[in-house]
């Protein structure tokens, strides 16, 4: 999962314009990262077909995503799909701050 996650948030760094290395933009394409694992990760939990997440994005980078969560376990206390949830966006979020990084 780290190394097809390191490798959509490289593709996603090339593509950003030369700009993008200050920090802020740094933090708003992460920040976008973030936000968009998180919202995958919820309809994972939330028990989304497959099929119905995975078309809404084009880009395969996102479209990669989907895949990665739905290998994920299902949880059924909220308890448990919040936190899957989070750690999911925290490692999408960490890895682009990271891939980022290496590219100064």
Do not use: H
Not at 62 to 86: C, G, H, L, N, W
Request: a positive charge; charged letters at 30%.
């Amino acid at each position: 999962m780290k190394t097809a996650i390191a490798a959509a948030v490289i593709g996603l760094a090339a593509c950003a314009p030369a700009q993008a290395q200050e920090e802020s933009k740094k933090d708003k394409i992460c920040k976008k990262m973030y936000e968009t694992a998180a919202q995958v990760m919820e309809a994972r939990q939330a028990g989304v077909p497959l099929p119905n997440t995975i078309s809404v994005f084009e880009e395969k980078m996102y479209r990669e995503m989907v895949r990665i969560a739905y290998r994920e376990p299902k949880f059924s206390t909220q308890e448990y799909k919040q936190r899957s949830i989070d750690r999911y966006a925290n490692q999408w979020a960490s890895s682009c701050y990271k891939n980022l990084e290496v590219g100064k």
